[in-house]
């Protein structure tokens, strides 16, 4: 009779053990689970690194369209350098305004011109040349010019060779000042004789050959262009 109290006393133990067993903690996720996690964290990293590149790209197109608007700027706006400003209404009246002319009235030597001229191209034996000095005014206004002996000279070269000069025996020169408009000219006739001289009136001896002669004629300090002639 013990003996089977005591194996009841062990059957309660079994049963109470049984009884006290701890209770299990939430349940552990699925491989499924983690995967889905990871596959979602994964694109929200690729999410945020094309986000970083796309801002990126943004910037940098930025900043180089800045450099080429930059770069293009001085092409449209700076003036080319064959271009010239236009000229200023005073600069364009001072150009307008005739050269004044001195205070005596005189015309300036720019305003004057001399020709020489004669009265054939070639003269025979014994037939002198008439040779004529013209002075023009050239100048925008009237103005006085000293048309007298004083200034005139008619000279004849041949070569390198001073054949004759109207004022190496002139005698009793003067003055003449007389009033020129704008365009108005005077001629002044000297006969040759065909005869040399020289400065002071020195005698000469010899006569010019026939053959090219040279005519210049002067009128203050103005000389004329060269008229060529030939004796025979």
Known sequence: MAAKGVQGK?????????????????????????????LVVTLLALLVVAGLVWAGIV???????????????????????AAQPPASKAAQEAEAEPSPKAEDGMCPPAAVT??????????????????????????????????????????????????????????????????????????????????RSAPGCTAVSSNPNPGWYVFTARLGETTSEKAVFQLD
């Open 59 to 81: 910037v940098v197109a930025a900043l180089a369209g800045d450099k080429d608007a930059t770069a293009s700027e001085p092409f449209e706006t700076a003036p080319t350098s």
């Open 10 to 38: 062990r059957g309660q133990k079994t049963s109470g053990a049984s009884g006290t067993r701890p209770a299990t903690g939430p349940a552990r996720p699925s491989r499924a689970v983690y995967r889905r996690r990871r």
């Open 114 to 195: 001399v020709a020489a001229s004669t009265d054939a191209e070639a003269y025979p034996a014994g037939a002198n040349p008439n040779l004529t000095l013209t002075v023009t005014n050239t100048g925008a206004e009237p103005c006085r010019i000293n048309v007298g002996t004083t200034q005139m000279e008619f000279v004849v070269t041949s070569g390198s060779d001073r054949i004759f000069s109207s004022a190496d025996c002139q005698d009793g020169a003067q003055d003449l000042v007389k009033e020129f408009e704008p365009g108005a000219e005077e001629r002044a006739n000297f006969t040759w004789e065909r005869l």
